[in-house]
T-cell receptor, first 114, second 112 residues
Framework: SAVISQKPSRDICQRGTSLTIQCQVD?????MFWYRQQPGQSLTLIAT?????????ESGFVIDKFPISRPNLTFSTLTVSNMSPEDSSIYLC???????????FGQGTRLTVV | GQQLNQSPQSMFIQEGEDVSMNCTSS?????WLWYKQDPGEGPVLLIA???AGELTSNGRLTAQFGITRKDSFLNISASIPSDVGIYFC????????????WGLGTSLAVNP
């Protein structure tokens, strides 16, 4: 399976600031996704990162708050903008190597907003 | 958003015991996936199921894709301390809407 590296692994940020999370895969993958996992909760899909075009956002998530880039088949970024304490979560990058295959996850970015 | 019904929510067992957890849905899925998440890590795929009735093993883990395509279970035999973690099921439909639908997780604690 693809090896997925997320940076940073954790961060503590001031409210009102923005943080960009990077996801690097060691091979080209078809699909890349961003999830949020709030403390003690299950995973919630934020958006599908589309190569060379705007991401597809799920209900409740908007581009202004969570801008996403995917310039190629191995890299994507998620920015958490104008952060508030409610944004404190684990953010996870996920990939599917080919269509209709299993999803694999990075180790996650643990974000704390103070 | 939609979530799967995963049970039990938590389990506390003795080392060596067998464990069973399951997920149910009101709708049909084409794929069932089982993941384990350790603290501070992302979910790790344990077993993937693609066909109704399919029974698949991965070491001490066994999972089945329900005949109705609306449920799946995961069994862990002879549990060991490193089985501790949170287990998630996820279902995926066919077609264009391939978003994974997640269970709420089963937290497993193993007493050595």
């Amino acid at each position: 399976s693809a090896v997925i590296s997320q940076k940073p692994s954790r961060d503590i940020c001031q409210r009102g600031t923005s943080l960009t999370i990077q996801c690097q895969v060691d091979s080209q993958v078809t699909m890349m996704f961003w999830y949020r996992q709030q403390p003690g909760q299950s995973l919630t899909l934020i958006a599908t990162a589309n190569q060379g075009s705007e991401a597809t956002y799920e209900s409740g998530f908007v581009i202004d708050k969570f801008p996403i880039s995917r310039p190629n088949l191995t890299f994507s970024t998620l920015t958490v903008s104008n952060m508030s304490p409610e944004d404190s979560s684990i953010y996870l990058c996920s990939v599917e190597e080919q269509l209709n295959t299993e999803a694999f996850f990075g180790q996650g970015t643990r974000l704390t907003v103070v | 958003g939609q979530q799967l019904n995963q049970s039990p929510q938590s389990m506390f067992i003795q080392e060596g015991e067998d464990v069973s957890m399951n997920c149910t849905s009101s709708s049909i899925f084409n794929t069932w996936l089982w993941y384990k998440q350790d603290p501070g890590e992302g979910p790790v795929l344990l077993i993937a199921l693609y066909k109704a009735g399919e029974l698949t093993s991965n070491g001490r883990l066994t999972a089945q894709f329900g005949i109705t395509r609306k449920d799946s279970f995961l069994n862990i035999s002879a549990s060991i301390p490193s089985d501790v973690g949170i287990y998630f099921c996820a279902g995926q439909r066919a077609g264009n809407n391939r978003k994974l639908i997640w269970g709420l997780g089963t937290s497993l604690a193993v007493n050595p």
